[in-house]
């Protein structure tokens, strides 16, 4: 059974940081597609930032810059380091993970994800 546990989220001020953490269980996330999604009040839900089997990424163009996503395999975790956050950025955010190997092209796209987070939520103030 595939399992994803994020920690990290909270508040802060705008300018703040904050680093998601998500540790999976069941699998091997090297082996797996993961991202990063968030969902803000009253809107879809939206790729943040995804890291392809191969270690290739992609990133939304509003975080480009100031989030950067990394795995750490030994322990089967996944990050999302967050820098320079804004009132925008506010959300709860969730770590999906796939096991089939994702094209660049749909890595922000929740849709071919199965697996997925609890969430955490994530309060910028101005």
């Known amino acids: 059974q595939v399992d994803l546990v994020e920690s990290g989220g909270g508040s802060v001020q705008s300018g703040g940081s904050l680093r998601l953490s998500c540790a999976a269980s069941?699998?091997?996330?090297?082996?797996?597609?993961m991202g990063w999604f968030r969902r803000a009040p009253g809107k879809q839900r939206e790729g943040v930032a995804a890291?392809?089997?191969?270690?290739?990424?992609r990133y939304a163009d509003s975080v480009k810059g100031r989030f950067t996503i990394s795995q750490d395999n030994a322990k089967n975790t996944l990050y999302l380091q967050m820098n320079s956050l804004k009132p925008e950025d506010t959300a709860v955010y969730y770590c999906?993970?796939?096991?089939?190997?994702?094209?660049?092209?749909?890595?922000?796209?929740?849709?071919?994800?199965?697996?997925w987070g609890q969430g955490t939520q994530v309060t910028v103030s101005s």
């Open positions: 999906a993970a796939d096991n089939m190997r994702l094209a660049w092209w749909s890595l922000l796209l929740p849709g071919f994800y199965a697996y």
């Open positions: 069941g699998y091997t996330s090297s082996s797996y597609s």
């Open positions: 890291t392809a089997t191969d270690g290739s990424t």
